[in-house]
């Protein structure tokens, strides 16, 4: 039996963020799994924080796929439409255009979505693990909703703290994973904000899509980055604020990916995933072998890349 030759270098890949299209990523992951190619390094943002999050936890593409099929859409979203939110929103909106205020209103939350349901679906996987207790190494990241940085959540590693840069990047090492990766799927408007270390953290999209940045500091020989962001918008009629919303910073996202990675990735994988809302669970299988097929194209320039 021949012996498998051992690649030496070292992988890290970058899982960006996307909506419900981020379970292309575990379709990658898979394709990457077949050939026995292993990443050493992890990071993500906002939807790429939950696949990355998991893998880092030593779940296989396989369990991912099976924790998916065992969950549905009331396990991760917790809505709150009161009679009362709706009203409020409705006469803010009707006094801004007049260029108005009123300092009777009962405040609105700060999204649609409390979280709270997420946060807990994440840590019935994660197991309430901090940063420091995975499998392997991982980065989050989210924003500060105050201040505009953007905030890197990860192990507690001193050469790490090279990625801190005032005013623009903030490392915070071993928090809590579910509540994290809960603040970097914190779509603005859609999703609360997350409170962590006296900070409002919202969605990591806002500030950089794709953490391909952060993984050459962590020890990464070759990046990879997979780039899940929409590369095509169909037309279609938006039903609700939170459509609106989500498309907003999906196109947001799209112009703004590419800046961000140049030079930064050895290999960008673009899977053709199809447009998904937020509730489309039904489509998740098509996304999946949108990021497998994508990965197998890309498999022998990565395998290159690892010699």
Not at 42 to 56: L, P, Q
Not at 270 to 281: E, I, M, N, R
Not at 293 to 301: G, L, S
């Amino acid at each position: 039996m021949p012996v498998k030759k051992k690649m030496g270098k070292k992988l890290g890949i970058a899982l960006a963020g996307g909506s419900l299209r981020g379970v292309a990523h575990i379709g990658v992951l898979q394709e990457l799994e077949k050939h026995n190619i292993k990443p050493q390094f992890f990071a993500g943002t906002s939807a790429g924080s939950i696949v990355a999050s998991f893998a880092a936890a030593g779940y296989s593409a396989q369990d991912m796929i099976t924790i998916l099929e065992n969950t549905k859409d009331y396990d991760l979203y917790d809505y709150d439409f009161s009679i009362t939110n709706w009203l409020t929103l409705t006469v803010e909106l009707l006094l801004n255009l007049t260029g108005k205020q009123s300092d009777f209103l009962p405040r609105l939350p700060l999204g649609l979505i409390k979280g709270d349901r997420l946060r807990d679906w994440l840590n019935r996987y994660l197991k309430n693990q901090k940063f420091d207790q995975l499998k392997l190494p991982l980065i989050v990241t989210a924003t500060d909703l105050s201040t505009g940085e953007r905030l890197l959540f990860g192990p507690t590693r001193t050469n790490l703290a090279v990625l801190s840069t005032p005013g623009t990047n903030v490392y915070i090492p071993n928090k809590d994973i579910a509540s994290c990766v809960r603040a970097s799927t914190a779509i603005p408007a859609i999703f609360r904000p997350e409170k962590i270390d006296n900070r409002l953290a919202i969605d990591g999209g806002v500030t950089g899509n794709i953490p391909a940045d952060v993984l050459k500091p962590m020890g990464a020989d070759v990046v990879v980055a997979v780039d899940v962001s929409a590369s095509r918008f169909e037309e279609k009629e938006f039903r609700n604020i939170g459509e609106v919303l989500s498309q907003t910073v999906d196109i947001m996202g799209y112009q703004i990916t590419w800046d961000r990675i140049q030079g930064d990735a050895n290999l960008v994988i673009h899977p053709d995933v199809p447009p998904l809302g937020l509730t489309d669970f039904s489509r998740i299988s098509e996304a999946i072998e949108a990021g497998r097929k994508a990965a197998a194209t890309a498999v022998p320039k990565l395998k290159e890349l690892l010699r």
